[in-house]
């Protein structure tokens, strides 16, 4: 929708169709959890990933501010770790260093590379939960990735995000630029133990966004606005 919008605010009038982004089917079949964690070497028992670039309307500082309160109080669920997967297109030394300041060394742990297409499930395959605590957005891949791998999510209510992410159902969405609101929803994620049940409701979520429900809506005949 938040596309849909930009459109007809810049071409009024367009003929158009819209379908949501399928789900991205290109990095390999799932592993087992304990398995991608011990490719990692990942003792903690609660992991949570942010995966994709790294720019500051991503909102990784927030998260890292959500981290510190979770920590605080992460005897209510064990440790927790969070891994920051993808490039930085953002001064990397000052997200290092405020996870420093926010005491976060063992908590936060860094992969600042690419990720070729094959090495992108063990990540996810690692987590528990994806987050993406972006300031802004229309949409994210990011989420049809998780979604591939059956992975609740986490998000803030920007862009087309709460669309995908169906509230209560198949992750939580929180304000944006909130740590508070974010730090909340991810301790109730594993203090109420939604993974399995908000997992389950991913696979019927994801049948939505299919590459064969793209095909049709763009094969269809009618040349008219949908």
Same mark, same amino acid.
């Given at each position: 929708d938040a596309v849909e919008k930009e459109l007809q605010k810049h071409f009024p009038g367009a003929t158009y169709r819209k379908t949501p982004h399928p789900v991205y089917e290109i990095f390999g079949v799932a592993v087992e959890k304990a398995a991608a964690r011990k490719r990692l070497g990942i003792s903690a028992k609660n992991v949570i990933l942010y995966f994709g670039y790294v720019r500051r309307y991503k909102g990784v500082m927030v998260l890292l501010e959500a981290m510190q309160r979770i920590c605080e109080s992460q005897s209510e669920v064990g440790e927790m770790l969070l891994l920051v997967v993808g490039e930085f297109y953002d001064d990397e030394s000052k997200y290092?260093?405020?996870?420093? =300041?926010? %005491?976060?060394?063992?908590?936060?742990? /860094?992969?600042?590379? @690419?990720?070729?297409?094959?090495?992108?499930?063990? @990540? /996810?395959?690692?987590?528990?939960?994806?987050?993406?605590? @972006?300031l802004s957005a229309t949409q994210s891949g990011i989420a049809q990735i998780a979604y591939n791998f059956d992975k609740p999510l986490i998000v803030t209510d920007v862009g #087309?995000?709460?669309?995908?992410?169906? %509230?209560?159902?198949? #992750?939580f969405v929180v304000r944006p630029n909130d740590p508070q609101a974010l730090a909340k929803a991810i301790m109730r /994620? @594993?203090? =109420?133990? %939604? =993974?399995?049940? /908000?997992?389950?409701?991913?696979?019927?979520?994801?049948?939505?966004?299919?590459? =064969?429900?793209?095909? %049709?809506?763009?094969? !269809?005949? !009618?040349?008219?606005?949908?």
């Open positions: 290092r260093r405020r996870a420093r =300041e926010l %005491h976060l060394e063992s908590n936060v742990r /860094f992969v600042a590379e @690419y990720v070729p297409n094959e090495d992108v499930a063990r @990540y /996810f395959c690692a987590a528990d939960v994806v987050v993406l605590p @972006y #087309g995000l709460a669309e995908v992410v169906l %509230h209560e159902k198949t #992750g /994620f @594993y203090v =109420e133990n %939604h =993974e399995e049940e /908000f997992s389950a409701n991913v696979k019927i979520a994801k049948r939505a966004y299919s590459w =064969e429900n793209l095909v %049709h809506r763009f094969s !269809s005949s !009618s040349a008219s606005s949908i």
